[in-house]
């Protein structure tokens, strides 16, 4: 057993775990779905709701830079992902975002009808697909089973294949740089679904600077304008990325959001990914010999290079187990139909968290604690 302590001590992002917002008693391997707050997100949705808005009413979009806060945080979300300056905006949701992204994948593809997504992918991925594919005549959905090649199915006709970084289900991390390579060799282009916020928080667009001049897109509100405060009646699209913006922004959360970014602003993200992947994989040693015993099996890859930041576990009582665990204060989620998953953000959790985790899970297990009444109980959010 390794020793938790040491690794604790010795964890370089240590002190990242102080500036989130965490419950006493609380374990939280939900980050996957929905992160803890910044500290400082406090202190700037005050600043942003009591002076900026209170006090400087609407000279804020001028005085307090609200107008751009879209391009000046998507700058900053593009340092995350490796995209230079101007090639990508925060703004709206992921499904608005995947619906935009959609439909101009389409329109710089006009010879090519089908859109290409996953049949596993998170549902509102796919319900975006079909409401794409049911406003442009002629345009189909395919979708690919888990074990199909993408690039096999690729072919003269797609214009657009539709991915998620990492399964929500299982955690397998896909090949980003590969798999974007062989599609577009294919003469096809690629939407990439991945993102992890707060309740409501906004999304972001990357599109390559390549693309910009023939950017169209079906959401055309004033924000995207090239001359918005000219009131003209006809629409013309604003020159690069702020082509895909649509209507007035939730200037609140975009404030929140930037509390998030400057936590970033401090880490390493080699670090990161080195600490993500030894926590699920302290996590599924502790498992193995608890999933021996109860005869669940562990469905996340074990090989680092396609894993993602949670594991998976497939447990026929899940929900029920999963319900018990966050009486416990051990929040975890449930996909079903038997899935437990659990998220671990490195920046707040602490190697002792692991296992103290899966000591619990062990221990609802062998009592039994699981079958109480209450815990089969469906929440309106599962």
């Known amino acids: 057993m390794k020793d938790v302590a040491a690794l604790d001590a010795a964890d370089p992002l240590r002190t990242m775990r102080e500036r989130f917002e965490l419950p ?4 939280y391997l939900d980050g996957n779905s929905l992160g803890p707050p910044p500290k400082a997100a406090f202190a700037e949705l005050e600043q942003a709701a009591r002076q900026e808005w209170g006090e400087g009413l609407i000279r804020s979009w001028n005085s307090a830079g609200w107008f751009t806060l879209t391009d000046v945080l998507g700058d900053r979300v593009g340092r ?19 619906y935009k992204a959609l439909h ?27 409401s794409v594919a049911a406003a442009r005549p002629g345009t189909s959905l395919r979708l690919m089973a888990a074990d199909e090649p993408v690039e096999s199915l690729v072919d ?11 399964d929500y289900r299982s955690g397998v991390l896909r090949d980003m740089a590969s798999l974007t390579r062989r599609v577009q060799a294919a003469g096809a282009l690629v939407v990439w679904e991945y993102l992890n916020g707060g309740p409501g928080a906004p999304a972001f667009v990357f599109v390559a600077r390549r693309h910009h001049d023939r950017l169209v897109q ?31 922004q939730p200037i609140l959360s975009l404030r929140a959001l930037k509390a998030a ?72 989620d449930f996909r079903a139909p038997d899935i437990m998953r ?39 959010v599962a």
């Open 156 to 166: 003269e006709r797609t214009a657009v294949v539709l991915v998620n970084h990492v």
């Open 24 to 27: 006493a008693g609380v374990i």
């Open 218 to 248: 079906p959401l055309s509100g004033w924000w995207a304008h090239a001359q918005p405060f000219a009131m003209a009646n006809r629409y013309q699209p604003a020159s690069g990325i702020r082509r895909m913006l649509c209507g007035t």
């Open 104 to 130: 101009a994948a389409l329109a710089l593809r006009p010879d090519r009808t089908v859109i290409l997504a996953e049949a596993d992918s998170f549902p509102t991925d796919l319900y975006m697909a079909e």
């Open 261 to 332: 970014l400057d936590v970033f602003d401090d880490v390493d993200l080699v670090e990161l990914r080195a600490k993500s992947l030894a926590l699920t994989g302290l996590f599924m040693d502790l498992l193995d010999p608890i999933c021996r015993e109860f005869g669940m099996h562990i469905i996340t890859p074990r090989d680092p290079a396609i894993r993602g930041s949670h594991v998976s576990v497939a447990c026929e009582h899940g929900y029920e187990v999963v319900q018990a665990l966050i009486a416990r204060g051990i929040i975890g």
């Open 342 to 380: 659990f998220g671990f953000t490195p920046l707040y959790l602490r190697y002792r968290d692991v296992l103290d985790a899966a000591k619990a899970l062990a221990d609802i297990l062998r009592r039994g604690a699981w079958q109480e009444p209450r815990f089969a109980v469906r929440s309106l």
């Open 80 to 98: 995350l992902i490796g995209a230079e300056p101007g090639q990508t905006v925060v703004t709206d949701t992921t499904s608005i975002n995947i």
